[in-house]
């Protein structure tokens, strides 16, 4: 399947099918409602087919290029029928399980999660452990053919929703770093696991406190070796900043037409208007750029830290201008229109602490990209 | 071009723009072909062309080549897209001998540009003819100030990396690798904007590529110039060269201020995107 044809053969059927995939609430939705909207929109689309193209056959896919991926993200979420953070956790972790998962293990699991029938979260972050990853102390002991798994993560996103979660785990000694650590897939069901969600500032509770207690993990659910957790979490990362970042960049898009639709004349000025569209131009065109290269078969690695940080700029660029802009519907608005307004400023607030903080990404362009040699 | 004729002509290019400049430069780009090159391959004549040329800090009358084949007459900073009678040209200009047609040399900030006021009648009449020329100068500046932007870069790198204060390279403090790692992401901004504009072959492709191409080039102007300090501010050091430079290319064809206002008047007129960049 080429690009050309997906495309328009997409376009046909989100067109045919506009009023089933819309989804039933207006605005924002709660937490519950934009889980189920994502479910039923990815059931849908892997029904006719849409999700498998772009995925290996190994893992249920129809093969083609992982550009068609990006394509149905950017039309699902210009179409405003998902929200990009939620349904991109596949181009994150899916891609991580064809790679470090037992095969039979990611024919299993891939397609229930490209089918929408399951959601998996990603507990990385500890309350001791945000930036410097390296350091995580969640600890996994070997018990036989299992591990048994106790700590906690924290802002994990969707754990209340997840059947699966990837675990990075400190199986080494403690002053192991990077060298000590142990990716596993974890059924989230398993006795032992506890989630408390955590409110968010923009609303719901998009992430949650995990904690293990004792957690028994079975061996062949490692991911990768043991001691090899690091290059899974850092093979992970570059995902976060390729397609996934694309469906971002297709929600901003969607945004800036919006605000241009409801800020009046005079609250929006000719040159910042003008700034957002620049720097949305250069996010997309360097998003592009890093789709193809993927789609050549490049291994993405530190470069995407430009990316992100494109991306975060951007974002926060378009929402301190609706801010501004929406500045009474932002601090006073009652409506779903202004509600979501809000919700999606105070959320664009996080667009430099996620995924590897702004500081972070410097940090990485500065050592990998420009050879500055090590920190003071 | 193939990856390997484009490795040649690349260090083809390279050897002319760092030993010649002007008319120099044009006879060595003559003897190398890059005219049948830009007929070839209008990409890859003008994108190497000319962030060589920037990198080495040279000036040639390609510009010209690549927006009507004769001497064009740029508009003044600020107003760039009236074809009128006063403009700037480059220096090629002085030696055309057009009728009804005066020339006077322009100084200003960076004089080896050797820029110069061009006042008369101009001998483009067609507009639509015009505006596909502005693109092209557009595209060939973003660039220009790209090379000479890596060029800071590179100037900072090194200095940072061999600087040593307070027992250390500056390079090992963060406030200096923030402010470097800043200058590559706007350089990297920049080259994936032409990249979008060559593609999409649109006027309005080539102004959001030339206000970003404009934008990145001070960002990357202002944090060099604060990395390399007391020597990047004497004559001695190359760095003034870049900043003179990449403040004139800024302004030609449209600086950057002006281009994001005009985008954004047409954002809110039309009151929707344009067509992107598809996958
Ligand atoms: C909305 C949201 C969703 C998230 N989802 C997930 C998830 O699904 N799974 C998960 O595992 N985690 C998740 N996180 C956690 C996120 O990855 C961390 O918040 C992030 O890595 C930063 O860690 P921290 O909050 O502990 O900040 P810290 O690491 O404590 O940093 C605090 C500040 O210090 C700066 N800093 C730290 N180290 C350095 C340094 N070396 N140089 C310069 N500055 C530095 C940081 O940039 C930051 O500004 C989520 C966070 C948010 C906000």
Redesign the interface.
């Known amino acids: 399947m080429e690009?050309d044809e997906f495309?328009s053969a997409l376009d046909a059927w989100l067109d045919a099918h506009a009023a089933e995939l819309a989804p039933p609430f207006e605005g924002t939705g709660t937490l519950d409602e934009q889980m189920a909207q994502l479910a039923k929109v990815k059931g849908a689309a892997y029904d006719a087919g849409w999700t498998r193209w772009g995925w290996p056959e190994r893992v249920g896919g129809l093969g083609g290029s992982p550009?068609l991926r990006?394509?149905l993200g950017?039309a699902l979420t210009l179409r405003g029928l998902v929200d990009p953070g939620g349904y991109s956790m596949v181009e994150v972790l899916a891609p991580t399980m064809i790679d470090y998962a037992r095969p039979e293990l990611a024919a299993e699991m891939v397609p229930r999660l490209l089918r929408g029938e399951e959601l998996w979260c990603q507990g990385f972050s500890e309350p001791g452990t945000g930036s410097n990853l390296a350091a995580l102390a969640c600890r996994a002991v070997r018990d036989g053919d299992a591990w048994r798994v106790t700590g906690q993560k924290v802002w994990t996103s969707f754990a209340q929703y997840a059947q699966r979660c990837v675990l990075l785990t400190r199986t080494g000694p403690p002053e192991s770093a990077h060298r000590g650590i142990t990716a596993m897939f974890v059924d989230m069901a398993t006795p032992g696991i506890t989630v408390r969600p955590l409110g968010t500032m923009h609303g719901g509770a998009e992430f949650c406190e995990v904690f293990f207690d004792d957690v028994s993990v079975p061996l062949d659910r490692t991911l990768g070796e043991e001691g090899q957790g690091w290059s899974v979490a850092m093979d992970l990362l570059p995902f976060e900043r390729s397609t996934a970042l694309?469906h971002r960049t297709a929600f901003l898009?969607r945004r800036?037409?919006q605000l241009?639709?409801d800020a009046s004349?005079d609250s929006?000025?000719?040159?910042?208007?003008?700034?957002v569209?620049?720097?949305l131009?250069?996010?997309?065109?360097?998003s592009?750029?890093t789709?193809h290269r993927m789609a050549a078969g490049e291994r993405l690695g530190p470069e995407t830290s430009?990316d992100k940080?494109?991306l975060a700029t951007t974002e926060q660029a378009l929402f301190d201008l609706v801010g501004a802009a929406l500045a009474e519907d932002v601090a006073l608005g009652d409506d779903t229109a202004a509600e979501q307004w809000r919700a999606q400023y105070l959320y664009s607030r996080a667009a430099t602490i996620y995924g590897g903080s702004a500081?972070i990404?410097?940090?990485i362009?500065?050592?990998r990209?420009?050879d500055?040699?090590?920190?003071? | 071009m193939d990856a390997g004729e484009l490795e040649l002509f690349r260090s083809a290019l390279r050897q002319a723009t760092t030993n010649h400049t002007g008319k120099a430069l044009e006879d060595a780009l003559d003897e190398l072909g890059w005219r049948d090159a830009l007929a070839a391959d209008r990409q890859a004549a003008v994108s190497t062309l000319f962030e060589l040329q920037g990198e080495a800090n040279a000036t040639s009358s390609a510009l010209d080549v690549v927006m009507a084949g004769r001497p064009a007459v740029l508009p003044p900073l600020g107003s760039y897209d009236q074809p009128t009678v006063r403009g700037l040209g480059t220096y090629a200009f002085a030696n055309s001998a057009l009728d009804g047609v005066t020339v006077r040399p322009v100084d200003g900030i960076d004089p080896s540009l050797g820029l110069v006021e061009v006042t008369g009648r101009l001998p483009i009449t067609d507009v639509s003819s015009w505006s596909d020329a502005v693109a092209a100068g557009q595209l060939a500046l973003v660039h220009e100030l790209i090379g000479a932007s890596r060029a800071m870069l590179e100037l900072a790198?090194t200095h940072?990396?061999e600087r040593v204060q307070f027992d250390?390279?500056i390079?090992?403090?963060?406030a200096v690798?923030?402010r470097?790692?800043?200058c590559?992401?706007a350089i990297?901004?920049?080259g994936?904007?032409a990249?979008?504009a060559w593609e999409m072959e649109t006027p309005l492709?080539a102004m959001?590529?030339k206000?970003?191409a404009g934008?990145s080039s001070r960002v990357v102007a202002k944090n060099c110039q604060q990395v390399l300090a007391g020597i990047g501010f004497t004559t001695e050091h190359p760095f003034h060269r870049y900043l003179r430079r990449v403040l004139v290319l800024d302004g030609l064809l449209g600086d950057t201020?002006t281009?994001?206002?005009?985008?954004?008047?047409e954002?809110?007129r039309t009151?929707?995107?344009p067509p992107?960049?598809?996958?």
């Open positions: 690009l495309r550009l990006g394509y950017e694309w898009n800036l037409e241009l639709i004349s929006l000025s000719a040159a910042e208007i003008g700034d569209f620049v720097q131009f250069a996010l997309r065109a360097r592009r750029g789709q430009i940080i494109l500081e990404q410097r940090n362009v500065a050592r990209l420009l500055l040699g090590a920190e003071a | 790198r940072a990396l250390r390279p390079a090992s403090f963060q690798r923030h470097l790692a800043e590559l992401v990297e901004a920049a994936a904007a990249e979008a492709s959001a590529a206000a970003v934008r201020r281009l994001t206002k005009r985008l954004g008047e954002l809110l009151r929707r995107l992107l960049q598809t996958l």
